[in-house]
Every structure is written in structure tokens, then in C-alpha cells.
């Protein structure tokens, strides 16, 4: 038999264990030489503050996962091979990853991928049918490992208690937010904004937050996400000025544009944080969210470079990572802007 040579992406599950060793025992009834390509695949450069820790910890994911295979190879003729990929650039969602992996593919003859059934490279949820997806547009052969899954039996309690959590954040969040636009001093705002919280509360919490959420996991989160409101509202006030100005001039000088901003935020609560709060800046709407990218209208020039220039981006990032984490370089400086249409569109 010839040899066969598999791709095998990996990521922090309860069934990686199992899947490596499935990889080795199907390639080994398939080939007498086997060549194992184990990857994991991180969702931000090395660069960014978090990639660091991400490599380091992919770097001894992939160290246990060589061992497993050389164990479940025993005496057979098995090459291992490790890498970590995308480190130089930011995935944005399973059309990336899977480029990442086609390249791969392509640059070491891989004949078929083995896919963990719980893979999920960093994400707020499972991208295993997207992927399936996007290596059948690609053409490259896969299978998912037929794993046994442990059962996820979890206590009544603590489901209840989850689902509360994600309510009481979902609902003060949406509180703020609503109160932002309106007069906290103005019962008729305070009681409205109560119920229309209610409601985003009840209709989105399970889909907002993919992750069970404590409401005091992170105080300090807390904390930056109330100074993250002031900051907000300053935006807002600029921003409207620079509305007032351009609407108050006789030439009345608007230039809309359609702009596509690839955002280093993670998709989930932080991504929603941001395109809502681009939203409510006047002169930029949010029309879409496809990952981490964004596709927003800008109604005048000046609106255009604060998005460019990120400002927002990086106190969403503050508020879900920290100050170091905010210290990364503006879409335009990273080349993630662009201008794809005018008003014509």
C-alpha cells in the first residue's frame, strides 16, 4: 500500500484524545507508511497580546497530541509532524480556517482530514458543520472521527442558574445601552427602558452568550465596561456635532460610503458590544456582521476615519481584555478598511 499522508486540527476538547488516536489507526489500515500532520490553528496572530498565550498553549496541546500518536503508532511506520498555523495573520471564521488548512494541504500532499467532532479553535461555538462546508468547497477530503462523546448531564440547578445569569447580564446591558440614548432622569425612559430590556433580555440571552456566564465571574469587567459608558457617550456627542455641522452648511457636504472593517474582536459579546456601538455613534451604521467582519455605512468623511482609525475597537477590546490587549494598531494601520462602494449603492 502506498503511503498516506492525513492533516489532523486539533483544539482543547474531550474528544482530541480520542481522535488522534483514530487518525493513527485508520491511516495504519489504509497505508504501510503513515504521515500524521498534527495542526492547530489559532484565531489571532502572534502579534496581538492574546496571541501569545494562544501559541504557548497550542505549542503544548500539540507536544501531548505527538505523544498520544507515537503511542497509538507503537512499532508502525508513522511520521509525525506538528504545526501551528495562523499565527501570522487573524482568522476570522471557518472560510479562513479552512483556507489555512487548504494551504496546508497543498504545501505537504495531504490525501484527507481527520476532524475532531468538538473542535472548536478558539471560538464562542462550534464551527464543525461550517468547516465541513467550506472543505467540501474546496475540494479537500475529510471525515470526522467517530468518537465516543461523554454524556453532558449537568444539574437542573446549574442550568437554572445559567440561564439567569445570561438574563440578568443580557437585560442590563440593553438597560444601559437604552438609557444611553434616552434621559436616566426621566421615569418614562426608566420604565420603558426596563421592559424593552425585559423583552431583548428573554428574546436574545441564549443567543448572545453561547457560554455559561457568571454574573460576578469577572468584576473587573465590570468595571471597564462602566468606563467604557462615558467613553461611549463622548462619541456619541462628537460625533452628532460633526453631524450638526455638515447638515447646518448650506453645500451640505455628506459623502456617504459603504465600508468593510475586518475587526480584532472575537465574535459573540464582543463583536455585538462593537457593531451596536458603532450603530449608535451617528454617521456609521452597522449592515452586517459575517465574523469578525463588518460591513458599515458611513454618511461623512470624518465618521469614516474614526472607524477607520478603530478608536471603538480598541475600547471594546479593553473592556473584554484589558488595557494591554487595547494597544493593537488601527484597521487602516493593519490594512483591515476599505471603502467598497459609494452612494450609488
Same mark, same amino acid.
Given at each position: 500500500?502506498? /503511503?498516506? =499522508?492525513?492533516?489532523?486540527?486539533?483544539?482543547?476538547?474531550?474528544?482530541?484524545?480520542?481522535?488522534?488516536?483514530?487518525?493513527?489507526?485508520?491511516?495504519?489500515?489504509?497505508?504501510?507508511?503513515?504521515?500524521?500532520?498534527?495542526?492547530? /490553528?489559532?484565531p489571532?496572530? =502572534?502579534?496581538?497580546?492574546?496571541?501569545?498565550?494562544?501559541?504557548?498553549?497550542?505549542?503544548?496541546?500539540?507536544? =501531548?497530541?505527538? %505523544?498520544?500518536?507515537?503511542?497509538d503508532?507503537?512499532?508502525s511506520?508513522?511520521?509525525? +509532524?506538528?504545526?501551528?498555523?495562523?499565527?501570522e495573520?487573524?482568522?476570522?471564521?471557518?472560510?479562513?480556517?479552512?483556507?489555512?488548512?487548504?494551504?496546508?494541504?497543498?504545501?505537504?500532499?495531504i490525501?484527507?482530514?481527520?476532524?475532531?467532532? +468538538?473542535?472548536?479553535?478558539?471560538?464562542?461555538?462550534?464551527? #464543525?458543520?461550517?468547516?465541513?462546508?467550506?472543505?467540501?468547497?474546496?475540494?479537500?477530503?475529510?471525515?470526522?472521527?467517530?468518537? +465516543?462523546?461523554?454524556a453532558?448531564?449537568?444539574?437542573?440547578?446549574g442550568?437554572?442558574?445559567?440561564?439567569?445569569d445570561?438574563?440578568f447580564?443580557?437585560?442590563?446591558?440593553?438597560?444601559?445601552?437604552?438609557?444611553?440614548?434616552?434621559?436616566?432622569?426621566?421615569?418614562?425612559?426608566?420604565?420603558?427602558?426596563?421592559?424593552?430590556?425585559?423583552?431583548?433580555?428573554?428574546?436574545?440571552?441564549?443567543?448572545?452568550?453561547?457560554?455559561?456566564?457568571? @454574573?460576578?465571574?469577572? *468584576?473587573?469587567?465590570?468595571?471597564?465596561?462602566?468606563?467604557?459608558v462615558?467613553?461611549?457617550?463622548? +462619541?456619541?456627542?462628537?460625533?452628532?456635532?460633526?453631524?450638526?455641522?455638515?447638515?447646518?452648511?448650506?453645500?451640505? *457636504?455628506?459623502?456617504?460610503?459603504?465600508?468593510?472593517?475586518?475587526?480584532?474582536?472575537?465574535s &459573540?459579546?464582543?463583536?455585538?458590544?462593537? /457593531?451596536? %456601538?458603532?450603530?449608535?455613534?451617528?454617521?456609521?451604521?452597522?449592515? =452586517?456582521?459575517?465574523?469578525?467582519?463588518?460591513?458599515?455605512? %458611513?454618511?461623512?468623511a470624518?465618521?469614516?476615519?474614526? #472607524?477607520?482609525d478603530?478608536?471603538?475597537?480598541?475600547?471594546?477590546r479593553?473592556?473584554?481584555? &484589558?488595557?494591554?490587549?487595547? /494597544?493593537?494598531?488601527?484597521?487602516?494601520? @493593519?490594512?483591515?478598511?476599505?471603502?467598497? &462602494? &459609494?452612494?450609488?449603492?
Open positions: 500500500m502506498a /503511503a498516506e =499522508r492525513i492533516l489532523v486540527p486539533l483544539s482543547e476538547t474531550v474528544t482530541v484524545r480520542q481522535t488522534v488516536g483514530y487518525a493513527i489507526r485508520s491511516g495504519l489500515e489504509r497505508a504501510d507508511d503513515l504521515e500524521c500532520h498534527l495542526v492547530v /490553528a489559532l489571532s496572530d =502572534r502579534e496581538m497580546p492574546e496571541g501569545q498565550t494562544e501559541v504557548e498553549t497550542a505549542r503544548s496541546l500539540l507536544s =501531548r497530541a505527538e %505523544s498520544w500518536a507515537r503511542e503508532a507503537d512499532s511506520s508513522v511520521t509525525i +509532524e506538528t504545526a501551528v498555523l495562523g499565527d495573520e487573524y482568522l476570522f471564521g471557518p472560510r479562513d480556517f479552512v483556507g489555512t488548512f487548504s494551504e496546508y494541504a497543498d504545501d505537504h500532499d490525501d484527507r482530514v481527520v476532524l475532531d467532532p +468538538e473542535y472548536e479553535p478558539g471560538a464562542t461555538a462550534g464551527l #464543525l458543520q461550517p468547516i465541513e462546508r467550506e472543505l467540501e468547497a474546496v475540494g479537500l477530503p475529510y471525515e470526522e472521527a467517530p468518537v +465516543e462523546r461523554p453532558r448531564h449537568e444539574q437542573l440547578i442550568d437554572g442558574t445559567q440561564q439567569f445570561r438574563l447580564a443580557m437585560f442590563w446591558i440593553s438597560y444601559g445601552f437604552y438609557l444611553v440614548l434616552g434621559d436616566p432622569t426621566y421615569w418614562f425612559d426608566l420604565v420603558t427602558g426596563a421592559a424593552v430590556a425585559g423583552i431583548v433580555a428573554v428574546a436574545l440571552a441564549n443567543v448572545t452568550f453561547t457560554f455559561p456566564l457568571g @454574573r460576578v465571574r469577572s *468584576p473587573v469587567r465590570t468595571v471597564r465596561f462602566g468606563l467604557y462615558p467613553y461611549l457617550l463622548f +462619541e456619541i456627542i462628537k460625533a452628532n456635532l460633526a453631524i450638526s455641522i455638515v447638515i447646518l452648511r448650506p453645500s451640505m *457636504p455628506i459623502d456617504p460610503k459603504l465600508t468593510r472593517v475586518n475587526a480584532h474582536v472575537r &459573540g459579546l464582543p463583536l455585538l458590544a462593537l /457593531a451596536n %456601538s458603532i450603530t449608535l455613534t451617528p454617521g456609521t451604521l452597522t449592515i =452586517r456582521a459575517d465574523d469578525q467582519r463588518l460591513v458599515v455605512h %458611513s454618511l461623512i470624518s465618521a469614516r476615519d474614526d #472607524l477607520f478603530g478608536a471603538l475597537e480598541r475600547a471594546v479593553f473592556v473584554f481584555h &484589558g488595557r494591554e490587549s487595547a /494597544a493593537i494598531a488601527s484597521p487602516r494601520e @493593519r490594512g483591515d478598511a476599505e471603502i467598497i &462602494g &459609494g452612494d450609488e449603492l
